[in-house]
């Protein structure tokens, strides 16, 4: 109960913070640390997404879904590290034009943009921690994988490669 009320209250507090252009929770808050803890604490189920590049290589993510609109509203912020082949997808119900901001958002990330046949559109390279620049899909997507920045170069994904995950375009469930 008393946990429930505290994970209520945290919530409250952050979409009161989330109202703010200007707002930014310092790493040392009791607010971020909580944050921090409630999502160390989760039992955090991932899936595997998979990018085919253009050389016929493929690798493979374990990365987070952000399905519900609190999910993909939170996305990774507060966090100080990804793994290195972890991440976030963003799933959409339909293909729509994107836009993702860096508020709150503490390390650099690379966005991929996925079209509703599994082509990647574009990606916004080592995106600025914190910013409210908004970085956009070039077209309708069905979804967006967000990894550590830089990683996609790292590993040559570019436009034109393949993206699929359960559930996603080619799939084979």
């Given at each position: 109960?008393?946990r ?12 009161l913070?989330?109202?703010r ?12 640390q ?14 595997a ?14 990365v987070e ?10 996305g990774?912020?507060f ?20 836009s993702?901001?860096m508020?709150?958002?503490?390390i650099?990330?690379?966005?991929i943009?996925?079209r509703a046949?599994?082509v ?5 390279r080592?995106?600025?921690p ?11 997507v069905i ?10 170069a790292?590993l040559?994904?570019?436009a ?8 996603g ?5």
């Open positions: 109960m008393i429930s009320i505290s994970t209520a209250l945290i919530i409250g507090t952050l979409a913070v989330g109202c252009a200007d707002s930014q929770l310092p790493t040392n808050s009791p607010v971020s909580h944050v921090e803890e409630t999502v160390s604490e989760a039992a955090i189920e991932t899936i997404v998979t990018v085919q590049m253009a050389d016929g290589e493929n690798h493979v993510f374990e879904t952000a399905i519900t609109r609190e999910e993909q509203r939170r990774l912020m966090r100080d590290s990804l793994p290195q082949d972890g991440g976030m997808i963003f799933p959409f119900e339909f293909p729509r034009i994107a993702f901001w508020r709150n958002t503490m650099p990330l690379d966005m943009f996925i046949d599994g990647i559109t574009n990606i916004a080592e995106t600025e914190y910013t409210l620049d908004s970085y956009v899909s070039i077209e309708p979804a967006v994988l967000e990894i550590d920045g830089g990683r996609a790292e040559g994904i570019d034109g490669d393949r993206v699929s995950w359960p559930g375009p080619g799939a084979t469930e």
